[in-house]
């Protein structure tokens, strides 16, 4: 019996060999083409947000699953490199196989046992064609380095420690770099890593791989890490792969939720959510996080966006590049935020320029009082912020000041009646009280509930009423940015 260890990959290969090669071009040949399940972990909350731009870019539709913050849609190995290009997924990977109602046994012994004899029995064959194909779509990054990687998936509420291995308690979760997302846009020849895939062969080495599981239920007899310990055992006999927990070629996901199983293979090395921000601060938010708060409040073109807290600058910058027909005012009271915001800004110009790609971005960057912002009257289209918890950055009593007077100088530069605002925010009961105390001038339309750090946070979509200010307008004639004494710029474009 010929087994995917034969067949399916060969060790030490860094990309598509011939057989996978001759099969994604096959669409001009008549040649196969195989058809896989693509699974996707994205912020909680936003799993229909997702599933909206699956349909819209691929053209497919998404399945939310029962475990929240994932989606599964289908996909042609021709179409492959379009889920790379989805900018509101944090990880990928490709579903070996998956089970609605699996029924675990009650001892731990015979739990662990199936799961052995689970391995061998899965059907690896396509999958692990598909995890060779991903290769090439991708710039060679060398082996990961532990301490750089992410950690398990930080949106998911009830999950045991990530684990491969009895002495291996933490391990770093595969995702994707913003350097290796940007590589996606040009596909390489195929011809090209056919070659190197031949110079490679004589020095080949054995597979490195590990297996990481993310359980959540409290109906099970076994942790995280001895399912995966287990499992990865069966995997290692089964291909005669070599399991490191760091240097790994493959991750082989084992996600358990109560009685949903899915087993996977990772398509992504480091998380996608990281893709544009090159200088961290304390509160950044992931970017594919601000995807969804952008995709919220649907921007239209030549719309003036303003984020009035910008920190590092994540919301404006995935908006001037997702969303760049629109114009977008990122500013900060602090010094060190706006600094942050312009180096990264001028970071991804620079990485753009290098690649030969336009660099020019539609954004002005500026420092400001929040309270009275030099912004002419009811001239926003769209505010988007995320404001502080109290937490990290400010406190739970400062917000009971801060929130109302920020609300009232957004209500102020924002156009009546049709312009919108995007906030995210814990502090929900001081949030809700400052919207009481406006007269009207904001109203709710929709609120998403995200985990953020894991911080049961809302994301709430408002509206801008026509009800005017009971605060002096202050309209100022010199434009969007009226002259004042204190104003510094981080413009960055062409």
Known sequence: MSSPRDEAVEPGSDTVGPSTSSSSQSDATGGSIISVTIGATVPTGFEH???????????????????????????????LYQVHLLRSVDNLFVVVEEYDHYQFKESKEETLTELQQLASKLPWTDTLEVWKLNRTLKKKKGHRKGGNAAKVKPNSDASDAVAADAEQHELPQVSSTAEDQTTVESVPDLETCEQDSQEAAPEAKVIKFRVTCNRAGDKHSFSSNEAARDFGGAVQEFFQWKADMTKFDIEVLLNIHNEEVV?????????????????FGPTTLRSTLCYGMLRLCKPQESDIILDPMCGTGAIPLEGAIEFNSSFYIAGDNNDMAVNRTVNNICHFQKRRADKGSPSGLPIDTVRWDLCSLPIRTSSVDIIITDMPFGKRMGSKKKNWDLYPSCLREMARVCRPSSGKAVLLTQDKKCFSKAISRMGGLWRKLHTVWVNVGGLHAGVYLLKRTAAVSILPLLIHAEGIFPKQEKYSTGSCHD
Do not use: C, M, Q
């Open 49 to 79: 947000t997702a599933a909206e731009e699956v349909k819209e870019k691929i053209g497919v539709d998404a399945r939310i699953s029962k475990d929240r913050g994932r989606i599964y849609f289908p996909i042609t190995t021709d179409k």
């Open 263 to 279: 087993i996977g293979i990772a398509l992504t090395e480091e998380s996608l959510h990281r893709r544009n921000i090159s200088h």
